[in-house]
């Protein structure tokens, strides 16, 4: 028989979370810091915690092959008598995120929603409830990309993209991927085992902070993702011609630096101008490099964002054409280099609906809005139908030690994640899913 959960059973739960969440931190490489990298040593004490809180919440656990942590609990359909895993609906609802850092990192970025989804198994045994599917929880091992320059390792393998390739990468020791995992005490040729096959899966949801402040900014607890935005990132160059910074007529001038501030600024107004758009210079080297040179090179960095991939690729060829145009007015030669081309990903409409009217019976404004950030979640999408929820980053801040939440969002977070699983259960009795 099922129950509702006592608000002192809500709290307890939410308050567990974010103390989860301290105990993790404290899983580091550096004293002092929150760093934690892919099958680094402090990954085995993150592994016995995970599989401990796990086994308490009545899932069974199992560790692949490339250090992902699963936790399952079994839908009303599974035949405990029978090995046969047709006998009713075996298909899974994953919930996951990823629990590796970047160096200095907070406590909550991935971490919050594993322990999160630990909760949401901790809850439904706790209601007595079976769901007529099975639901995983799954602690991704790596999301970042800090160790070995590639990111999602864990993610990739559920879904049969970790190829002989990315083995063969180095980290800053020479270790190879396939090193690690052999050292970590893993198996390299049972990679392949961990992908999933797409018909066993119902869907893929993921709970993240915000990492941003558009959240705040609206006063909002709670928003639905509606897609991981698509990137282009790319490095410009112009070429002009050193002289001396006073001797040199200003109608004379071959300035690449003054080319490329003229550039910046229109990638700054651009994406002031056209709806969605997010377009970044982080980084710029000028040669010689000396205040009284006129700057003969200029290299800079270019990264457009939007979740929608025609409006992203028609910026970026705005931009280059008026890099060009630049060029041809000052007398500079320029070039340019795609270093990066990612689609985005959009989130399934249908569980995307589920989460905004779970939110709505929650009393929260369903605010959506676009992940400017990767995510586990736009891997998964290629496999199975995706959602997300996003929690309020006060500040906007995450990868910073000072990254934080607000333990009433956690809380709520809780209330809507169940309300989403749910209303999945339902539309599963209904034949939707």
Partial sequence: MTRSLERSEWLALSQETLLRCDALSACTETTGQVTRTFLSYPMKEVHQLLGMWMREAGLTVRV??????????????????????????S?????????????????????????????????????GKR?????????????????????FIGSRALTGTV???????????????????????????????????????????EIHIEQG???????????????????????????????????????????????????????????RVTAGLVSTVGAIEVTPGAGNVIAG??????????????????CTAELLDFAWHTARKRKLTFAHKISLEQPSSPCDPLLSDFLQDALEE?????????????????????????????????????????????????GKALEVALGFVDKLSDAHGRGVL
């Fill in 131 to 151: 769901l007529p599917f099975a639901l995983e929880v799954i602690a991704f091992s790596e999301e970042e990309g800090v160790r070995f320059a590639v990111p």
């Fill in 362 to 410: 929650a009393k929260l404004k369903a605010l959506r809005l676009p992940s400017g950030a990767g995510h586990d979640a736009m891997v998964m999408a290629t496999v199975t139908r995706s959602a997300m929820l996003f929690i309020r980053s006060p500040n906007g801040l995450s990868h910073h030690p000072d990254e934080s939440v607000i333990p009433a969002d956690v």
């Fill in 163 to 205: 190829n002989a390739a990315l083995l063969e990468k180095t980290d800053a020791k020479g270790v190879t991927v396939a090193q690690a995992i052999t050292d970590f005490g893993l198996e390299v040729s049972q990679i392949a085992a961990a992908a999933r096959d797409p018909a066993s899966l119902l869907g893929y949801f």
């Fill in 297 to 314: 090179h200029a290299q800079f960095s270019l990264d457009v964002r939007h979740l929608d991939d025609a409006t992203r690729e028609r």
């Fill in 64 to 89: 692949d092959a490339v250090g992902n942590v699963i936790g399952r609990l079994e839908g009303s359909g599974f035949a405990e008598n029978t090995t046969d895993s047709r006998a009713g609906d």
């Fill in 213 to 271: 402040p558009v959240l705040e900014d609206a006063k909002q607890a709670l928003g639905v993702v509606e897609g991981i935005s698509g990137q282009t990132r790319a490095q410009l160059e112009f070429t002009g011609q050193a002289a001396h910074a006073g001797t040199t007529p200003m109608r004379l001038r071959r300035d690449a630096l003054a080319a490329a501030a003229t550039v910046i600024l229109e990638v700054e107004r651009l994406a």
């Fill in 91 to 127: 298909r899974s609802l994953l919930i996951g995120s990823h629990v590796d850092t970047v160096p200095n990192a907070g406590k909550f970025d991935g971490c919050l929603g594993v322990t999160l989804g630990i909760a949401i198994a901790k809850a439904l045994q706790l209601q």
